[in-house]
């Protein structure tokens, strides 16, 4: 099992930026796996974010970021980004880091073995 751990969040004013980061360990090879995030809002379900697959050839978006959340990640450095602009006060929840089974990204929570801790996101309007 991988283990995640989360960094990067903070409190940011509407239309800033934030990077989230994931650092993998465990005794799996981080570059075997998709990763990917999702975020939970008080109240609400954990949702999809964003994921990506192991080569990092493919990614895929909820439609509420796309165009303003970047996925990417360095296999060098064990480790998974999230780069967030044009931020919003909707974008406001816990962002969680998550490693998939296989090596193909997924929407879906039930494909993610592997969950961090999160790190809170907060934009004030």
């Known amino acids: 099992q991988v283990q995640l751990v989360e960094s990067g969040g903070g409190l940011v004013q509407a239309g800033g930026s934030l990077r989230l980061s994931c650092l993998a360990s465990?005794?799996?090879?981080?570059?075997?796996?998709?990763m990917g995030w999702f975020r939970q809002a008080p109240g609400k379900e954990r949702e999809f974010v964003a994921a990506?697959?192991?080569?990092?050839?493919?990614?895929y978006y909820a439609d509420s970021v796309k165009g303003r959340f970047t996925i990417s990640r360095d296999d060098a450095k064990n480790t998974v980004y999230l780069q967030m602009n044009s931020l919003k006060p909707e974008d406001t929840a816990v962002y969680y880091c998550?490693?998939?089974?296989?090596?193909?990204?997924?929407?879906?929570?039930?494909?993610?073995?592997?969950w961090g801790q999160g790190t809170q996101v907060t934009v004030s309007s």
């Open positions: 990506i697959s192991w080569s990092g050839g493919t990614t």
């Open positions: 465990g005794p799996t090879l981080f570059s075997s796996h998709a």
């Open positions: 998550a490693a998939a089974f296989g090596r193909l990204p997924s929407t879906r929570l039930h494909d993610f073995g592997s």
